[in-house]
């Protein structure tokens, strides 16, 4: 089963809900896919074992091939090629990896090698009743544009056996997509301000074009307005928890320590949560 | 002219309200909110739509049954598996690429531009303000960001703006990257958290990579002294200048509620401090 956790507007508390969430409940695997500014880690604290490089297959030219046609600059619509008189040149920051330029080329000039775009790291946190957490994250690196490939690479690591926890990114563009896409569902983090709403009504269009089932927590409920609570009652929309906002979970939230270590009654709620949503019973 | 963009790293730490105190501020501006997939701007500022424009941007694959033979050649190719086994194409996952449209031998597939948003130029009650929205789930942010960018940087030199203020959005990727080119400064807001520090200094990095002078303010400054105290020291030893501490304050969400900058709501501590901020920014900036 995947579940994973999104919210259109940043820093409601996505990171707290699926850190928490992953450690509450049994034979759980946690996915970070913010792999722009990942911080599951910070909450999780995994031993890692496991990094790997990842890359993209960008072109590179055979000078003694290549007699200038242009083939490939016709073929790349992301302009990552052009061709001088006597050079082709490659921004292999535009390339998106298709492979068409060398699929194309008619010289055979063509040769896609490895660029590094970022990094996988898996590890493990073992919970004090001898069981485990699996965690795996990505780490795009810096200046790097596009985290898709990379948010690909982290969702290869998914386990069907387990209960997969997707730590999202922020915002309703691909990085998001390609999070969310093919999850069983999705959790909802919001925040019942102005922006909060807005932006949750931009996930909730997203959830619905890509056809996942969800639900909304409301994070720091009791500040803002009551707009989010009439909107998720409008439209029939589940809303899994809330969770007031309160100085201490704030300050347990600045030292990167997951609020079930320090308020057990959240594992309890956590839980509830997850009978809910695999019980079914949601719209 | 100079133009100032805010940014953070980590998401709902603050740019917003900043940027739209800054808007309020500033004297002879232009604003961009080039968040473009979550913008919030407009909810402060309240822009009243002049002109608005589709974004047309990229492609995607759609195959024409009649013509295809199934041959199987797209699928095969596809790096981004959006060939379903039917033959048809998933649109999520299609990037656009082409390499399909180009190789199929039947000339099966053809290639459709997306209508990927849409931009508006609009007036607000602190003069012009570019903005965008972004189709749910489309692609191509980045040249969202660029073409908002550009059509402010336009109007601001057409009316003799001093000040492009520009709203960026989280993150470190191509957004973020188009939202910072070129600026005269980027402003990093965080907060006084492990992963507000984690992320601003990933985002520190990525200025520093694209050579974009960079300064940070501390939001909610007092939700963690040890955590600030740590976010100065990092400041100082990488060289950005913090430039203010906001502390943590109700009014800023009671502001928002009633969709203003909280420099207009009230005359209280969070709105002297951000006033300060601005002064000494536009002096810091002035003097390059």
């Known amino acids: 089963m995947i579940i994973s956790v999104a919210s259109g507007k940043g820093g409601t508390g996505k990171t707290t809900i699926a850190t928490s969430f992953a450690l509450s409940i049994k034979n759980a695997q946690i ?97 004090k009743y001898g069981g485990n957490l699996e965690f795996i994250h990505g780490k795009l690196n810096i200046g790097q544009a596009m985290s898709p490939p990379l948010i690909r690479e982290v969702k290869k690591h998914i386990n069907p056996t387990r209960i997969n926890i997707i730590d999202a990114p922020p915002g309703t563009s691909c990085p998001v997509i390609e999070s969310i896409k093919g999850s069983d569902f999705c959790i909802l983090v919001t925040e019942p301000t102005p922006f909060g709403l807005n932006d949750l009504i931009l996930a909730v269009e997203v959830l619905r074009k890509l056809k996942i089932p969800y639900g909304v927590v409301i994070n720091r409920s009791d500040l803002g307005d009551k707009k989010t609570d009439a ?53 | 002219m100079k133009q100032i963009v805010v940014i953070s790293g980590k998401g709902g730490t603050g740019k917003t309200v900043i940027t739209a105190s800054f808007a309020a501020l500033a004297k002879n501006k232009v604003m961009a909110d080039c968040d473009v997939d979550a913008a919030d701007l407009h909810l402060l500022l309240t822009p009243k739509i002049k002109e608005k424009y589709d974004f047309r941007s990229g492609v ?48 099966a597939i053809e290639m459709r531009e997306n209508l990927a948003g849409e931009w508006f130029i609009s007036a607000t009650r602190f003069g012009p303000m570019v903005h965008a929205k972004l189709g749910v789930a489309e692609e191509n942010s980045g040249k969202l960001v660029s073409l908002v960018r550009k059509n402010a940087k336009e109007i601001a030199e057409k009316i003799g703006a001093d000040w492009i203020v520009i709203d960026g959005s989280p993150g470190i990727g191509c957004p973020v990257i188009a939202s910072i080119s070129g600026v005269d400064c980027a402003l990093v807001v965080t907060e006084p958290t492990l992963s507000g520090l984690h992320d601003a200094a990933r985002v520190i990095d990525v200025t520093r990579h694209f050579k974009v002078p960079v300064k940070l303010v501390i939001n909610k400054y007092d939700l963690n002294l040890d955590m600030t105290e740590q976010i100065e020291l990092y400041c100082q030893e990488k060289e950005v200048p913090v430039i203010g501490k906001l ?42």
């Open chain 1, 31 to 127: 996915l970070d896919c913010d792999v722009e500014e990942p911080n599951a880690h910070i909450f999780i604290k995994p031993e890692i074992q496991e990094k790997s490089p990842v890359f993209i297959p960008v072109p590179q030219i055979d000078k003694t091939k290549c007699d200038g046609c242009g083939k490939c600059r016709q073929v790349c619509v992301y302009n990552a090629l052009a061709v001088l008189k006597n050079d082709v040149l490659v921004f292999s920051d535009l390339c998106h990896g298709c492979g068409a330029c060398a699929y194309f080329c008619p010289q055979k000039a063509i040769k896609e090698v490895d660029k590094e775009i970022g990094i996988v790291e898996i590890g493990i946190k073992h919970d």
């Open chain 1, 231 to 283: 909107y998720c009652e409008k439209e029939k929309i589940l809303v899994l928890m809330t969770i007031p906002f309160k100085k201490e979970i704030a300050s347990i939230y600045s030292q990167g320590i997951p609020i079930v270590e320090v308020i057990p009654k959240y594992i309890e709620d956590f839980q509830k949560m997850f009978r809910r949503i695999t019980d079914g019973k949601f719209s």
């Open chain 2, 60 to 107: 995607t694959a759609v195959v024409d049954k009649n013509k295809c033979i199934q041959c199987g050649l797209c699928r095969k190719l596809c790096r981004f598996s959006a060939v379903n086994s039917d033959f048809t194409i998933d649109s999520v996952s299609c990037e656009g690429c082409s390499f399909c449209g180009f190789a199929c031998p039947q000339n």
């Open chain 2, 247 to 288: 502390g943590f304050d109700k009014a800023i969400i009671k502001a928002m509620v009633e969709n203003k900058t909280i420099v207009e709501y009230s005359q209280g501590k969070s709105s002297k401090t951000i006033k300060n901020i601005w002064l000494r920014l536009q002096k810091e900036v002035n003097n390059g």
